[in-house]
């Protein structure tokens, strides 16, 4: 079956430096893979995704790519901003139903 | 744009009560989505609705848990009688049919205590 394993958090970083969060996947076929964010008392937003291997998918200075060679697609930022902090989920979707299988999540907070 | 519309948005209730809770979708958004996000876990799905009929409720505890969209528009999700293990987030969800990628979108999330 599909699933996704994400890197455990919390993880916690100053102002403006480098963010790095890793998921790895498992899936049959072709998945689209996804990052959602979630705020503190809020729902899940769509902050970027990739539809096919090599694909980068980026956002508010967010980027992954799809690596079909390591199944990964991990969440990069050059310089984070206190107001990144949040839960970050990857997700995967596939198959003809087009259900999202989520990671654990990942918690980031950023001090100033 | 509207977005997914859900409420209540907070419910305390005590165990082996009811609750329901009620979701709009994006207008015209065909796949409607039940997700449960227990604190500390990534949402897990419950059930996928397709217009009014039903695409996968594998995941869903039917002895206690029930879910309709009688007019393949708005969707109402119950539980009877809750546990405590049932206090989680409630998240509905919903997507265009056969777009590109499958982007989902969510609402806010009905966030349920059972005591």
């Known amino acids: 079956g599909n699933s996704v394993t994400q890197m455990e958090g919390p993880v916690t970083l100053s102002e403006e430096a480098f963010l790095t969060i890793n998921c790895t996947y498992t899936?049959?076929?072709?998945?689209?893979l996804f990052w959602y964010v979630q705020y503190p008392g809020e729902g899940l937003q769509l902050l970027l995704k990739?539809?096919?291997?090599?694909d980068k998918g980026s956002n508010k200075g967010f980027e992954a790519t799809y690596r079909k060679e390591t199944t990964s697609f991990h969440l990069e930022k050059g310089s984070v901003q206190v107001s990144d902090s949040a839960v970050y989920f990857c997700?995967?979707?596939?198959?003809?139903?087009?259900?999202?299988?989520f990671g654990s999540g990942t918690q980031l907070t950023v001090l100033p | 744009e509207a977005g997914v519309a859900q409420s209540p948005r907070y419910k305390i209730i005590e165990k082996r009560q009811s609750v329901a809770f009620w979701c709009n979708p994006i207008?015209?958004?065909?796949?409607l989505y039940w997700y449960q996000q227990i604190l500390g876990q990534g949402p897990k799905l419950l059930i996928q609705?397709?217009?009014?009929?039903?695409?996968?409720d594998s995941q869903l505890p039917k002895d206690r848990f029930s879910a309709e969209r009688l007019k393949g528009v708005d969707s109402t999700l119950k539980i009877q009688p809750a546990k405590l293990e049932d206090s989680a987030v409630y998240l509905c969800?919903?997507?265009?049919?056969?777009?590109?990628?499958?982007?989902?979108?969510f609402g806010e999330g009905s966030w349920l205590t059972v005591v």
């Open positions: 990739a539809t096919k291997a090599d």
């Open positions: 969800a919903s997507s265009l049919l056969g777009e590109g990628g499958n982007t989902i979108y």
């Open positions: 997700a995967l979707s596939s198959g003809s139903a087009r259900q999202l299988t």
């Open positions: 899936a049959t076929g072709y998945p689209s």
């Open positions: 207008s015209g958004h065909a796949t």
């Open positions: 609705f397709q217009n009014n009929g039903v695409v996968d």
